[in-house]
């Protein structure tokens, strides 16, 4: 059934009872052509990618909870493109580029926002450093515009311009970044792939992959064996452990990110507003919760919870920037299993098994990277090589030393 | 979550530093710049390689805020259930080269 305004109507008249599951509940087949692993945003979008781009009709996703379950329903709903090196730009801007046509190609209402992402500077060199970037994405034709202080003023007035250590200098604003409903993108990539014809499979763990003479012939789960002629991995956070049934041992750790929500106000902040003097990023959600996160723990963990001392730090670079958060009340929070790769940038490739692709390493970042992520994935899987979007973000780059230190931030920022 | 340290008793887990996987080697050699050789896979493996387990990991924290000794942790990463923490240096020198490495000193 498509969408529209027609369909609407005609369910108000009829009740409601017309509509139909967005997807259908399928057993798996013995066989498919592509097995994709993990049934969170980049897996979906991978699988509706090889079967819009590619034409690949023999496609299934496991999943070993249900949709939307992972990180695509744990992040903090920001879409962006403001990056900085050669790498990365292109990639995110493809990414943004999809954002902005996805819910008239999905026939699905993902809430896509474009409200600006305004990253604020503290300092003269961090002014200089904004300058720097924001040049950079202009010179790749993404848009980006240096703010001076008044100009911030105009915008977000309830910010804390006079703050005794932090006091705001300006800001880089990037107008057409913004947020997107998270779980609505998961749903539309869902029945988006189901229409063409891709099974998804939920509550089906991946417990083995099968390999013979170096290549993959399918993949052990809790609902049999499922043969597949390629198998790409798309489990962010439990990447290792299913790399781990190929023999793989990556360059990945996994760490948990928290991230949180207040009660809801009225309209008090149009942006989507990054904190430069810690590391703080907010918006507002259209039900009117503050939704805001911070660093990861910094220690390894899988518990999908985190502890207090991040989520004290979290709030007090919150006060730092907007003093009036102290008067709302924190309604809800929740932690991430983030697959961090020790450069800070994600990896999508070929493996040294034949018929076996690997897409991870998203650290904190993964949700703006949604459509791209799967658009290079579906490429990479059926054309098996890289697209020149995705040719940097090779698994032997830690090998070749051809690291992508956007900020540095991998796993341990130490070792590198 | 809470560290016992050996030293100053059961603390936050704010007053500690993180550094990882403390079952990972610093290679004795000075490495070689060829991918493939045996010394560039062995730095290979202990600069960016992990095993990540989703279960008992012994990984390195220092009480930073107290006593500035290094310790060695042995935790359940998917429940933060702490099962010992040991001094580091006590669990460096229990390990067999070092201690072949300290006679030899």
Same mark, same amino acid.
């Given at each position: ?29 013995? &066989? ?41 329903? *744990?992040? $903090? ?11 990365? $730009? ?45 040049? &950079? ?15 911030? =003023? ?24 913004? $947020?997107?409903? %998270? ?7 869902? =029945? ?16 083995? !992959? ?68 810690? %590391? ?67 990896? !999508? ?20 990277? $949604? ?10 899987? &059926? ?13 032997? *780059?830690?090998?070749?030393? &051809? ?14 | ?31 070689? #710049? ?10 290979? /493996?202990?600069?960016?390689?992990? /095993? ?37 240096? #006590?669990?460096?020198? #229990? ?11």
């Amino acid at each position: 059934m498509r969408y529209s305004i027609f369909s609407v109507l005609r369910e108000a008249f009829n009740g409601q009872r017309g509509w139909r599951p967005a997807w259908r509940e399928p057993d798996p087949k013995p &066989a498919y052509d592509v097995v994709i692993v993990g049934g969170g945003g980049h897996g979906l979008a991978t699988a509706y990618y090889l079967a819009k781009v590619h034409g690949l009709r023999n496609i299934a996703v496991v999943e070993r909870g249900y949709l939307g379950s992972g990180n695509v329903g *744990r992040n $903090t709903t920001i879409v962006r493109s403001n990056y900085l090196l050669p790498g990365n $730009t292109p990639f995110y801007e493809w990414s943004l580029k999809l954002w902005e046509g996805l819910e008239q190609d999905l026939n699905y209402n993902a809430m896509v926002s474009q409200r600006g992402v305004l990253n604020l500077c503290h300092t003269d060199s961090q002014r200089d450093a904004y300058a720097r970037r924001g040049n &950079a994405m202009r010179l790749c034709g993404v848009d980006a515009e240096l703010l001076d202080r008044e100009q911030v =003023r105009a915008l977000v007035p309830i910010l804390d311009f006079d703050h005794a250590r932090f006091p705001i200098k300006g800001g880089l604003l990037q107008r057409r970044g913004g $947020t997107v409903r %998270h779980d609505a993108v998961a749903w539309g990539y869902a =029945r988006a792939a189901d229409q063409r014809g891709v099974d998804i499979i939920q509550n089906c763990e991946v417990t083995g !992959i099968r390999i013979e003479g170096g290549r993959i012939i399918g993949v052990e789960t809790t609902r049999g064996f499922i043969g597949a002629k390629k198998v790409g991995l798309a489990c962010a956070g439990r990447t290792s452990q299913v790399a781990a049934m190929a023999g793989l041992r990556l360059p990945i750790e996994s760490h948990v990110l928290q991230a949180f929500v207040s009660e809801g106000v009225k309209p008090l902040l149009h942006h989507v507003v990054t904190f430069g003097a810690g %590391h703080f990023y907010v918006s507002q959600s259209d039900k009117g919760g503050l939704v805001f996160g911070g660093d990861i723990d910094g220690y390894n963990s899988y518990a999908q919870r985190g502890n207090l001392p991040t989520i004290e730090d979290v709030m007090e670079e919150g006060f730092a920037l907007i003093p009036s958060l102290g008067r709302l009340r924190v309604l809800r929070h929740w932690g991430g299993i983030m697959d961090m790769s020790m450069d800070g940038s994600p990896i !999508i490739d070929r493996t040294p098994v034949e018929g076996l692709y690997l897409n991870c390493g998203w650290c904190y970042g993964g949700f703006k990277a $949604t459509p791209a992520s799967g658009w290079c994935f579906a490429h990479t899987i &059926a054309r098996d090589e890289p697209h020149p979007l995705n040719a940097a973000y090779r698994l032997d *780059r830690f090998a070749t030393g &051809a690291l992508i230190d956007e900020k540095g931030s991998g796993a341990q920022p130490n070792l590198h | 979550m809470r560290i016992t340290c050996p030293h100053c008793g059961e603390r936050g887990n704010e007053e500690f530093a993180y550094l990882g996987d403390a079952t990972v080697r610093r290679p004795d050699d000075a490495g070689a #710049a060829r991918p493939g050789a045996p010394e560039f896979e062995r730095w290979m /493996d202990y600069v960016y390689l992990r /095993d990540n387990p989703a279960g008992r990991h012994r990984e390195l924290w220092q009480h930073v805020h107290g006593c500035r000794a290094w310790l060695v942790v042995t935790r359940d990463i998917s429940t933060h259930a702490i099962f010992s923490v040991e001094d580091a240096r #006590a669990a460096a020198l #229990a390990r067999p080269s070092l201690v072949a490495r300290d006679a030899a000193s």
